[in-house]
């Protein structure tokens, strides 16, 4: 599945237009990991209901691995949204003030990304 496609079901599930989708670079992984960032300035969205519907209505492997709630995403000088900033973020907890959740299959519900947690996905600790 294409980016688009995916931030167009998770548009779908949380309600909110403002959203991108992208692959983020994590060490010791092969290709890259979905990463979506949401712009929810009230903070409405329900993580828990999120990875559920999207189970629903995705395939496994086009899930995002991480998401991240932000106020709102700059625009491009067309009026775009853009993911150019975002992606220099990557999922780096150093650089990211908004809060970023990781996904965890084994509780089944996206967990905020501490830095035990940031560390062990770098080190590969934790297998992706």
């Given at each position: 599945m294409?980016t688009?496609?995916?931030?167009a079901v998770?548009?779908?599930?949380?309600k909110l237009?403002?959203?991108?989708v992208?692959g983020?670079s994590?060490?010791?992984?092969?290709?890259?990991?979905?990463m979506?960032?949401?712009?929810?300035?009230?903070r409405?969205?329900?993580?828990?209901?999120?990875?559920?519907?999207?189970?629903?209505r995705?395939p496994?492997?086009?899930?995002p691995l991480?998401v991240?709630?932000t106020?709102q995403i700059e625009?491009t000088?067309s009026?775009?949204?853009?993911?150019?900033n975002l992606e220099k973020d990557?999922?780096?907890?150093?650089?990211i003030?908004?809060?970023?959740?990781?996904?965890d299959r084994?509780v089944?519900?996206y967990?905020?990304?501490?830095a035990s947690?940031?560390?062990?996905i770098?080190s590969?600790r934790?297998?992706?």
């Amino acid at each position: 599945m294409s980016t688009n496609e995916v931030e167009a079901v998770i548009q779908k599930v949380v309600k909110l237009s403002d959203c991108v989708v992208f692959g983020v670079s994590i060490p010791h992984c092969d290709g890259k990991a979905g990463m979506a960032v949401i712009a929810d300035p009230n903070r409405i969205v329900d993580l828990s209901s999120l990875f559920t519907e999207l189970t629903k209505r995705l395939p496994a492997y086009s899930i995002p691995l991480f998401v991240r709630i932000t106020s709102q995403i700059e625009l491009t000088g067309s009026f775009k949204l853009s993911k150019t900033n975002l992606e220099k973020d990557g999922f780096d907890i150093n650089r990211i003030k908004d809060p970023l959740y990781f996904l965890d299959r084994k509780v089944g519900t996206y967990v905020l990304l501490d830095a035990s947690l940031y560390e062990d996905i770098l080190s590969g600790r934790l297998l992706l």
